[in-house]
């Protein structure tokens, strides 16, 4: 599987920004679908995973509220829209798909197999 991350940039604090992970090789329908992110001198941690109907999400505490994470089978692309930007929310964010198909949602990191390469957000102004 090979996906490919878009939609970073540089906004102001109380913007949005709608990340895409597209899957440019066998499709992900069967896979659970997350995100993660990675800021400067951090861990990697999970924001949100969506399953493979799309029916089950979940979202890390910082996460809730502020983002919503939808897939749309037509297109096999998965999709994050980030509203209430922070600076807190700046870091590179990689999508991933769970390793194996599955029903569920996938919330540990070794559960994915397969990395986007990642997208960088900057909340600043």
């Known amino acids: 599987v090979q996906l490919q991350a878009s939609g970073g940039g540089l906004v102001q604090p109380g913007a949005s920004l709608r990340l895409s992970c597209a899957s440019s090789?066998?499709?992900?329908?069967?896979?659970?679908v997350g995100w993660f992110r990675q800021a400067p001198g951090k861990e990697r941690t999970l924001v949100s995973a969506?399953?493979?109907?799309?029916?089950?999400?979940w979202y890390a505490d910082f996460a809730k509220g502020r983002f919503t994470i939808a897939r749309e089978r037509a297109n096999d692309t998965v999709y994050l829209q980030m509203d209430s930007l922070i600076p807190e929310d700046t870091a590179t964010y990689y999508c991933?798909?769970?390793?194996?198909?599955?029903?569920?949602?996938?919330?540990?990191?070794?559960?994915?197999?397969?990395w986007g390469q990642g997208t960088l957000v900057t909340v600043s102004s």
């Open positions: 969506i399953s493979s109907s799309g029916g089950a999400k």
């Open positions: 090789g066998p499709s992900v329908s069967g896979h659970s």
């Open positions: 991933a798909s769970s390793s194996k198909t599955m029903v569920g949602v996938a919330t540990q990191e070794r559960e994915y197999g397969s």
